[in-house]
């Protein structure tokens, strides 16, 4: 089983909560990647698909991806796009449609389109959201509405923010118990 992190807009392997997940599920044997996508020069649906794709033969059934923010809505859109199933997905103050936000025109290509829910769905067998009720940039109602066409579990972290380093995520063991149970699953 290996674990993919797909980081968000103006974010890197190195960024938020990443490299201590990492760690963490490195030392208890997991095989962790953490591609590093074009942002926010070169940023596009198109080119982080491209990037990806080197590691199409490491996404297997027993995949789990964790997407923050925008790599939340990058792997709803792998998902779509690719005929690839994973065992689950893990998304992270994350959000598939345009949302009236500065970010809007650089994700276009990202959100701005209709989303083919059942095969998501179909090559995903577990999703589970995870949002901030005081997200700056994510309105609590678009993760709602995302996990309700997934048919997806919900948490909501209180005060927490768009759940990165600058909200105090340097860290995230919530998201570590999750990931772990789900595992045992």
């Known amino acids: 089983m290996n674990f993919f992190i797909i980081h968000g807009v103006y974010a890197n392997p190195d960024a938020n909560?990443?490299?201590?997940?990492?760690k963490e599920l490195e030392s208890r044997g997991f095989e962790m990647i953490v591609p590093k996508f074009p942002t926010p020069l070169n940023q596009s649906l198109e080119s982080w698909l491209r990037t990806i794709e080197k590691y199409e033969n490491k996404i297997k059934d027993e995949t789990i991806m964790i997407g923050h923010s925008l790599g939340a809505a990058f792997?709803?859109?792998?998902?779509?796009?690719?005929?690839?199933?994973?065992k689950a997905a893990f998304l992270v103050a994350g959000y598939f449609k345009l949302i009236n936000n500065e970010f809007d025109e650089m994700n276009r290509s990202f959100v701005g389109?209709?989303?083919?829910?059942?095969?998501?769905?179909?090559n995903c067998s577990k999703f589970l959201v995870i949002g901030s009720d005081n997200d700056r940039y994510i309105?609590?109602?678009?993760?709602?509405?995302?996990?309700?066409?997934?048919?997806?579990e919900l948490k909501?972290?209180?005060n927490g923010g768009h759940l990165n380093k600058k909200a105090g995520y340097d860290k995230f063991p919530l998201l570590l118990d999750l990931i772990l149970k789900i595992n045992k699953a």
Do not use: C
Request: without cysteine.
């Open 75 to 86: 792997i709803l859109d792998y998902l779509d796009i690719k005929n690839k199933k994973i």
């Open 113 to 122: 389109r209709d989303f083919n829910w059942p095969k998501i769905k179909e």
């Open 139 to 152: 309105p609590l109602e678009a993760t709602k509405e995302m996990a309700k066409m997934l048919g997806a």
């Open 17 to 22: 909560w990443f490299p201590w997940l990492k």
């Open 156 to 158: 909501i972290v209180n």
